[in-house]
């Protein structure tokens, strides 16, 4: 399975990305994860990219591709792979065609993962994630038995910096102006699948496999 996962920041991209990997063992390509990552380590590029994901905008479309192409060189994607949060724009989305074009390994799909607006926000401010495994929770909606710690390994849990409210409001305009376009962008070459991030997440996963042909 070769897809692109869409959604707006929120819609549960990254939740059913690790589901699928459990599941399929298919790879997801995260770039925020990447740029996290990167971020962390303090190279160049990641101190580049921290400017921009503070301030909640995109990462310069130089940085992400150059990036995104080194993942899908890997002989773990051979098989498959999915990617989250890229593109995030259509200039990156011409790019990634060309990309796979060359690589031999087009799209099979693009799965739009709609959720409401209005719940977006507490979705994010309510999300955190272990340091050590990289589990998810929403301390509104799946808070961890004990606060701070995660139920799988007992790692720390953490906020993300752009998980703030000011940052936000922020990443859900560039995602209404320069991500939403997408949908029309996948739909126009006859790929495009949708299903609805809205309950609980393992409904959703049940849905996911079924658009997508899995189960
Ligand atoms: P995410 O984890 O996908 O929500 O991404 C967090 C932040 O990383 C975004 O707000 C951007 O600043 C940056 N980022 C992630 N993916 C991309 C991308 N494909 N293009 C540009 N910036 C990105």
Redesign the pocket.
């Known amino acids: 399975m070769r897809l692109v996962l869409l959604g707006a920041?929120g819609a549960g991209k990254?939740t059913q990305a690790k589901k699928l990997i459990e599941k399929y063992g298919i790879p997801q390509i995260?770039?925020?994860?990447l740029?996290?990552a990167a971020v962390g380590e303090g190279t160049p590029l990641g101190v580049e990219?921290k400017s921009?994901?503070d301030k909640?905008?995109?990462?310069p479309?130089s940085v992400?591709l150059g990036m995104v192409e080194e993942r899908l060189r890997q002989d773990d994607c051979k098989d498959g792979y999915i990617l989250?949060?890229?593109?995030?724009n259509t200039a990156?989305a011409e790019a990634l065609d060309g990309m796979l074009e060359n690589l031999g390994m087009p799209l099979d799909a693009a799965l739009s993962v709609d959720v409401p607006t209005e719940d977006l926000m507490k979705r994010l401010t309510g999300r955190r994630t272990c340091k050590d495994c990289g589990q998810m929770y929403n301390i509104h909606f799946s808070a961890p038995a004990s606060e701070g710690a995660c139920d799988k390994c007992g790692g720390e849990l953490y906020q993300r910096d752009?998980d703030r409210e000011e940052t936000i409001s922020k990443?859900l305009e560039?995602y209404e102006e320069q991500t939403a376009p997408l949908i029309d962008y996948y739909s126009g070459k006859g790929i495009l699948k949708s299903v609805s991030g809205a309950g609980d997440i393992e409904e959703i996963f049940a849905n996911v496999q079924e658009t997508l042909g899995l189960s």
Request: glycine share 16%.
């Open positions: 920041p990254g995260s770039t925020g994860d740029l996290r990219a921009y994901m909640g905008e995109l990462v479309d992400v989250d949060g890229f593109p995030r990156q752009d990443r560039v």
